[in-house]
């Protein structure tokens, strides 16, 4: 079945460092979504990729598409302390009926 | 707007019992998805309805577990003689359509004792 990865699992910076997560998924993907949880909190939807190399920017927030739709890549500019929290990936295939597979997350630590 | 609403939000009960959780979607929501959350992990997808209907239950960890959807809205989530493994949060999310953006509940959180 359809695995989706995500490197890395853990990251710790200092507050206005940057940081990259990457999704890589074993098989071809109509979309992808990308979301946030809080420590505490329920994942929060931040943006869905559709185009092969799409690129989305939400402030300081880059997201990334791969031309092969098989990768992405999320990318925090200058991090802040509300950045702190789980960045999931989730993608889907285009025969799996909405069925949205879900990385295992990296876990996003910003010291002040 | 009214969100995902989840009840009960903490469940404890001893090994052996079963429960339901239930979740009540985003209203007009035609899609509703399960997940499961151990403590630091991913979501693991449980089930999956388009309407009433359940095309993926793939995700269903055995046959203690079972879930329905009625009217189009709200679903029931029972495991039945539940093991300490199933110690979970439970999630649920809807959509306006199956490829669309999740919205997620605040989930519930499970514990067998």
């Known amino acids: 079945g359809q695995q989706v990865m995500q490197i890395p699992q853990y990251q710790h910076v200092q507050e206005g460092e940057d940081f990259t997560t990457y999704c890589n998924s074993s098989?071809?993907?109509?979309?992808i979504q990308w979301y946030k949880q809080r420590p505490g909190g329920h994942p929060v939807f931040l943006i869905q990729?559709?185009?092969?190399?799409e690129v989305k920017k939400q402030k300081r927030l880059t997201f990334q598409f791969g031309e092969a739709k098989k990768n992405s890549s999320l990318h925090i500019t200058a991090t802040q302390t509300t950045d702190v929290g789980t960045y999931f990936c989730?993608?889907?295939?285009?025969?799996?009926?909405?069925?949205?597979?879900f990385g295992q997350g990296t876990i996003l630590t910003v010291h002040p | 707007g009214a969100g995902v609403s989840q009840s009960p939000s903490n469940k404890v009960t001893e090994k052996g019992k079963d429960v339901e959780l239930r979740c009540d979607p985003i209203?007009?929501?035609?899609?509703l998805y399960w997940y499961r959350q151990s403590l630091g992990q991913g979501l693991e997808f449980l089930i999956y309805?388009?309407?009433?209907?359940?095309?993926?239950k793939s995700g269903l960890p055995s046959d203690r577990f079972s879930a329905e959807r009625t009217g189009g809205s709200v679903s029931t989530l029972t495991i039945q003689r539940t093991q300490q493994e199933d110690s979970a949060v439970y999630l649920c999310?809807?959509?306006?359509?199956?490829?669309?953006?999740?919205?997620f509940g605040d989930g519930t959180r499970l514990s067998i004792l």
């Open positions: 999310a809807s959509s306006l359509r199956a490829w669309e953006p999740q919205h």
């Open positions: 098989t071809t993907l109509s979309n």
């Open positions: 990729l559709v185009k092969s190399g």
């Open positions: 989730a993608g889907l295939e285009g025969t799996s009926y909405g069925k949205l597979t």
């Open positions: 209203s007009g929501h035609t899609a």
């Open positions: 309805f388009q309407g009433n209907s359940a095309p993926d």
